[in-house]
Nanobody, 125 residues
Framework: QLQLVESGGGLVQPGGSLRLSCAASGFTLDYYAIGWFRQAPGKEREGVSCISHSGVRTNYADSVKGRFTISRDNAKNTVYLQMNSLKPEDTAVYYC??????????????????WGQGTQVTVSS
């Protein structure tokens, strides 16, 4: 059974950092592009970042560029989202998603086949 599990969320003060992890089970991530998405209450889902299957290509939303870094460790079958200089507006449930593709990556959610359950990130003093 293909499964993605996010972890690393929590409560952090503005300006703080968190590292989210997206661990895959039941399949190897080597052939999959991974995206990170977030959804805040009352708002549409936003594509935050994505990384190609090889890790060579990455993409970021303007709202997180320069603060968030996506990376992957295919040996550990895990993708990470390092979030620095967090702001209250980063508060949301964060999801990772996977799609089997060798063509770069996308921040469009409708292009992804497999989704995790999400992890809550709250930025507040």
């Amino acid at each position: 059974q293909l499964q993605l599990v996010e972890s690393g969320g929590g409560l952090v003060q503005p300006g703080g950092s968190l590292r989210l992890s997206c661990a895959a089970s039941g399949f190897t991530l080597d052939y999959y592009a991974i995206g990170w998405f977030r959804q805040a209450p009352g708002k549409e889902r936003e594509g935050v970042s994505c990384i190609s299957h090889s890790g060579v290509r990455t993409n970021y939303a303007d709202s997180v560029k320069g603060r968030f870094t996506i990376s992957r460790d295919n040996a550990k079958n895990t993708v990470y989202l390092q979030m620095n200089s967090l702001k209250p507006e980063d508060t949301a449930v964060y999801y990772c998603a996977a799609v089997r593709t060798f063509i770069s990556c996308s921040r469009r959610g409708d292009e992804y086949a497999y989704w995790g359950q999400g992890t809550q990130v709250t930025v507040s003093s």
